[in-house]
């Protein structure tokens, strides 16, 4: 009688892929108090947005008459859209370009300005660079309205307040943005890939440009947003800089609708909030296709920085 041996090896080889399809066969585990959490947060996010759906659809009195949850007897969707683009000689269109101006510039000098501050910072080292990026650091902490009477100030005197420029530069600067573009831009960068760019006789600047920028694109995109968004939503800094209501974002515009349509100022009509309710769905709609067109690439720009080289 004779017997076969078998190795070692072998029998782990064979028992990894057993091993590997009961893993794969196992069910996963499911958590009750996590998915009523996550089911609680996801109704916090979009009641909002679904309130404000059905809110445009109805008339003023229907907003206090009606369920506010539900739709009225008589939807007037497209006839609240069509009033809100002819209220005041359709000053409401005037006012959404407007804050395409002011968020689009914004958002791409803030995340250029952000990229290049966070580059250098990152991979350069020169006399004071710690304490320059503390004080980065430390802007951070100091909430936007504390600055906006001495920004106001600071552009009477240089004769910029009531224009464009009064809005948008302040929103270039973005502490928060250049502290996530150094920390991106650290391992997103290789150090040989510079030396090498350097050795070809390649200058700082055609590095950054041609190399480095693109590097750094998923952050960039994501600071973009950051921006973007805050710009969009501004109300503070345009209504203390801006006299003149040509030049309203649709922050500050549907706040003197709904201030018109509260005391019953000049230019009211009865159906002044239903205005203000429908102007405020229009104004998300951007914002929402901003972010699904840029989403893949603040997905990437994620992943990548969760993984480790």
């Keep these: 009688m004779t017997t076969t041996s078998t190795p070692a090896g072998v029998t782990a080889k064979a028992a990894a892929p057993v091993s590997a399809v009961r893993a794969k066969e196992r069910p996963a585990r499911r958590s009750t108090p996590l998915t009523i959490a996550m089911l609680a947060a996801l109704a916090y996010f979009l009641l909002p947005l679904f309130w404000l759906l059905i809110a445009s659809t109805k008339s003023t ?3 206090f008459t009606s369920f506010g949850l539900w739709f009225s007897d008589a939807p007037q969707l497209l006839a609240n859209l069509k009033a809100t683009f002819t209220q005041d000689d359709g000053v409401f269109l005037h006012w959404l370009l407007n804050t395409v101006l002011y968020a689009a510039v914004s958002a791409v000098g803030a995340a250029l300005l952000a990229a290049a501050g966070g580059y250098g910072f990152a991979k350069f080292r020169f006399r004071g660079d710690r304490a320059a990026f503390n004080l980065v650091l430390g802007a951070v902490m100091v909430p936007t309205t504390a600055l906006a009477i001495p920004t106001y100030l600071v552009f009477a005197q240089a004769g910029l307040v009531n224009t464009p420029w009064a809005v948008i530069l302040p929103s270039l600067v973005n502490p928060f943005g250049l502290y996530l573009m150094r ?3 650290e391992d997103a960068v290789p150090d040989s890939l510079l030396e090498a760019a350097r050795i070809d006789g390649a200058g700082e600047a055609r590095i950054f440009f041609r190399i480095a920028l693109r590097l750094l694109a998923p952050g960039l995109v994501t600071v973009l947003l950051f921006t973007l968004v805050a710009t969009w939503n501004n109300y503070f ?3 203390i800089m801006l006299n003149d209501p ?7 515009g549907l706040a003197s609708w709904a201030a018109q349509a509260q005391n019953g100022g000049a230019g009211a ?4 909030l239903a205005l203000v309710v429908t102007g405020s769905l229009i104004s998300i709609v951007p914002l929402v296709v901003a972010f699904l067109m840029l989403q893949r690439y ?3 720009g994620l992943a990548t920085g969760g993984v480790k080289q």
């Design 61 to 63: 009195q229907d907003l």
């Design 183 to 185: 920390i991106y831009a």
């Design 237 to 239: 800094l345009p209504l």
């Design 246 to 252: 040509d030049l309203y974002p649709v922050t500050v």
């Design 269 to 272: 009509s009865s159906d002044m």
């Design 298 to 300: 603040w997905q990437s």
